[in-house]
């Protein structure tokens, strides 16, 4: 049997152009790289999976590599290009300093620093979540980053740069990472599942962008649990029952009952969401997402921050129409007052059914 190998690492950018939703900081990358303007050292900051470890290592490898293009990206064809991708380079050395945090760890480091690089111009250390070095670690660093050899180049990587203390920050060139948009992610879950021979709607591939919360390696974890649930076919129902997602009709089937007035269906529909194994702070949260999203609808200019499939979009223009503008502000107020409370009621079934007759008791019938 051949060894499985999952995506995020499967498809894990090698090039500058492959890496996804970060398009203005890799091309000040190259740029850097094409006029030879290199700092010598770089706090990539960012949440998780949005490629900080990744362009960390594109970045040493591009620089490193003796024949580069006139893009200003790795040849990939070169002894320096090749040993990077066989995992045999000794160029790029990388440090977690989650698990190696001490003084100690950082003297081993400022002594490799010592030693030239032998195939190519630099010797990068990647230092992964450097925020949790210790205070001592930390001023055990400080010369070497700031006067390091002129072969030396420091990248650190961080999901947390308010704790990495002022003097490294001065010292470094900080590159903010963007939580990559749900746009990017479909398009980029389109290409792999084109790739693996998976069918997949576009609702489904929303739903998994949305569940990665702009992390391209949760989306690609989640997009093989999926896989490998649904097989090669997969389907927007599907995926909702597979993740446990609370199905977009339950929120629209809810906000119909509050224009209504029916606070018994609206009681049943709590009830049956409730049998479904479902939270009932989760339904809150996400009938207060929905509140907001078809607000947003409200207004054509405005509609474009949802991100969500066209027939769901559909959905919720045609909802919004029915809503007035009043309604939607009361009935979000009433939800974020649950939802504040909720953690210090001691009957939290009954705080989440009186939020649903207040918002029963709430006029949506006057349109603006």
């Not at 032998?118 to 670690?137: C, F, N, P, R, W």
């Not at 900080?174 to 749900?182: A, C, G, K, L, P």
């Amino acid at each position: 049997m051949d060894n499985y190998l999952v995506s995020a690492r499967k498809y894990r950018p090698i090039t500058f152009d492959t890496v996804v939703g970060q398009a203005p900081l890799v091309t000040t990358l190259k740029n850097a790289i094409k006029s030879g303007q290199l700092a010598h050292a770089y706090l990539f900051c960012g949440s998780r999976g949005v490629g900080k470890t990744t362009t960390a290592r594109i970045f040493a490898k591009t620089i490193n590599c003796l024949n580069p293009t006139k893009d200003g990206e790795a040849c990939g064809e070169c002894e320096s290009c090749k040993a990077f991708t066989d995992g045999r380079s000794f160029n790029i050395h990388e440090l977690d300093a989650a698990s190696n945090n001490s003084v100690d760890d950082i003297r081993n480091l400022t002594d490799q620093v010592r030693i030239p690089p032998q195939i190519g111009k630099y010797s990068v250390y990647i230092i992964d979540e450097v925020h949790m070095l210790t205070s001592s670690a930390f001023n055990a660093f400080l010369k070497t980053l700031e006067e390091p050899p002129s072969y030396a180049i420091f990248i650190l990587a961080t999901t947390e740069k308010h704790k990495v203390i002022a003097t490294i920050l001065s010292r470094c060139q900080i590159y903010d990472f963007n939580r990559i948009s749900v746009k990017d992610t479909v398009a980029h879950l389109k290409g792999i599942a084109a790739k693996e021979g998976v069918e997949i709607d576009d609702e489904a591939l929303n739903v998994i962008a949305l569940k990665s919360d702009g992390g391209m390696r949760d989306a690609l974890s989640t997009f093989d649990q999926v896989v490998s649930f649904c097989g090669s076919k997969v389907d927007y129902h599907s995926v909702i029952e597979n993740l446990n997602i609370l199905d977009y009709d339950y929120y629209f089937r809810s906000i119909d009952l509050f224009l209504t007035n029916n606070v018994p269906a609206a009681l049943l529909l709590f009830n049956e969401i409730l049998d479904r194994g479902f939270d009932a702070h989760n339904y809150v949260t996400g009938l207060s997402e929905h509140l907001r999203d078809t607000l947003v609808c409200k207004d054509k200019s405005t509609a474009d921050l949802l991100e969500v499939g066209s027939s769901i979009r559909d959905k919720y223009t045609e909802q919004a129409s029915r809503c007035s503008v009043d309604f939607l502000y009361d009935a979000l107020e009433v939800c974020n007052d649950c939802d504040i409370s909720y953690k210090q009621s001691k009957n939290k079934r009954l705080a989440v059914e009186l939020m649903l007759i207040r918002l029963c008791q709430l006029s949506g019938q006057k349109k603006n």
